[in-house]
């Protein structure tokens, strides 16, 4: 079963965020159809948030089609997202978590690694990560795309 974190003192509303954690961990594997995520009550004792702000983010999930609610038995995992290979997935994580310790022994901090995570993927989403016509080095892209 998932465990719910919230961070009170982000910009990021408590409901948007219980959204994100059961996605992630649906793209991660920890979640599958079938599974049940934790009762209202359990959320809302263990995140110290109010109920509607739990009912909130399982409506939207059920709503995406991820999740439904049963009467009496809770709310269960339906949809899948991700189709990655569990041990890729593990291998992947292991991989990122060096670079992720290179990346503090850098000296960066986790805004700076968001920002150069955010940079990268809007970089190839846009096609800036293969190489230009001429055959040169890769293109140059600032926060939000090619520069």
Known sequence: ??????????????????????????????????????TVREV???CTVNAATVLKAYRELEMSGLV??????????TGTLGSADPHVMARLRTGLARWLDQAR?????DEDVQALV???????????GQADGAGGA???AGIGGAA
Request: hydrophobic share 40%; net charge positive; charged share 20%.
């Open 1 to 38: 079963m998932i465990g719910f974190h919230i961070d009170k003192g982000g910009s990021v509303p408590a409901y948007a965020q219980l959204v994100r954690q059961v996605r992630e961990a649906m793209r991660l594997g920890l979640l599958r159809p079938g599974d049940r995520l934790p």
């Open 44 to 46: 809302v004792t263990s």
């Open 68 to 77: 439904e609610s049963r009467q009496g038995s809770g709310t269960f995992v």
């Open 105 to 109: 022994q850098a000296g960066l901090e």
């Open 118 to 128: 955010t940079s990268v993927l809007a970089q190839q989403a846009a096609g800036a």
């Open 138 to 140: 890769p293109r140059a």
